[in-house]
């Protein structure tokens, strides 16, 4: 799992704490709603990552509501590109769930480290696209957050990614499924790293450097906001940055609903047309004059 900032540290829980049948070992990071620790099973030793709403917001029935909605939808799925649900349950009056711990980084930290070639990069968006695909086909579910940090890489033991690397979907908290509650009227935090407002005042979901053009105008979303995520994603794996460069949440989704689509050859001379068509077709404008 991805080291992130794990909060105030008053309000992490210590090493070797009992969580049920789970002993935690160490913080793994932080968001806008939950806290996530590295944990292991008492009885088998496996290694969990396991998912509490910040202390701070525990008792808030909206924060609470959208992780037990976060604990049905993974708990429905079963795919090898998202992380697999291993458990939930209440401590000391604090919901939870359980995940497979994935020994290796997010999307973001591996564009840092590693340079990935061309094969790489649409070999990482393949397992996504199948993982959406299994999720929608599975809950007609749309995760809404698609990021290089929402994307976890294990790398099978190796240094550096191989072909046998393997990418798992995290972070559903605010993904939305026909059978579920709507989570929309959420009030978060507005930054460039979680949940910004929309350009008209009204509260967005995801982020705002990948976030779709329906998602910034505060718009009706389906499964194709998911893609033009994921095309942002490419976009940022060819060419080591975003589509829409911004200073503010604001400027990025202004650009996402106005610019025109960026071609990453411009950036990245070497790559083939064929990829460059895939990540533009993926950040297309969508509407009844283009016909997608």
């Keep these: 799992m991805?080291?992130?900032p794990a909060g105030d540290k008053a309000d992490l829980m210590p090493r070797g704490t009992?969580?049920?049948g789970f002993v935690i070992e160490a913080p793994l990071g932080a968001g806008a709603m939950g806290q996530v620790y590295r944990a292991h099973d008492r009885?088998?030793?496996?290694r969990v990552a396991i998912k509490f709403v910040q202390i701070k917001l525990k008792n808030d029935w909206r924060f609470r509501d959208g992780l037990l909605q976060e604990i049905?939808?993974?708990?429905?799925?079963?795919?090898?590109?998202?992380?697999?649900?291993?458990?939930h349950g209440t401590w000391r009056d604090m919901?939870?769930?359980?995940?497979?711990?994935?020994?290796?980084?997010?999307?973001?930290?591996?564009?840092?480290k590693h340079p990935l070639t061309e094969r790489q990069c649409l070999r990482f968006i393949i397992q996504a696209a199948e993982g959406l695909d299994h999720a929608f086909e599975r809950c007609q579910l749309i995760h809404r957050d698609i990021k290089p940090g929402n994307l976890l890489i294990d790398f099978r033991g190796h240094p550096i990614p191989t072909p046998d690397a393997v990418l798992k979907i995290i972070d559903f908290g605010l993904a939305k499924a026909k059978s579920m509650v709507d989570i929309d009227?959420?009030?978060m935090e507005q930054d460039l790293t979680g949940v910004?407002?929309?350009?008209?005042?009204?509260?967005?979901?995801g982020t705002p450097y990948y976030l779709s053009p329906e998602q910034a105008a505060g718009s009706e979303v389906d499964f194709r906001s998911d893609l033009y995520s994921l095309g942002a994603t490419l976009f940022h794996l060819l060419t080591r940055r975003v589509p829409f460069p911004a200073a503010n949440a604001n400027m990025a989704m202004i650009a996402h609903l106005n610019e025109p689509v960026p071609d990453p050859v411009t950036i990245n001379g070497a790559l083939h047309p064929?990829?460059?068509?895939?990540?533009?077709?993926?950040?297309?404008?969508?509407?009844?004059?283009n016909g997608s």
């Design 196 to 205: 910004g407002a929309t350009i008209g005042g009204a509260v967005g979901l």
């Design 43 to 46: 009885l088998t030793g496996k």
């Design 274 to 289: 064929a990829t460059c068509a895939l990540s533009m077709r993926c950040l297309w404008p969508r509407s009844p004059a």
């Design 2 to 4: 991805p080291q992130t």
């Design 18 to 20: 009992q969580v049920d």
């Design 185 to 187: 009227e959420f009030s």
């Design 72 to 87: 049905a939808l993974t708990a429905a799925m079963e795919h090898p590109n998202i992380a697999t649900y291993a458990g």
């Design 95 to 112: 919901p939870y769930m359980a995940l497979e711990h994935v020994p290796g980084p997010s999307l973001a930290e591996v564009i840092e």
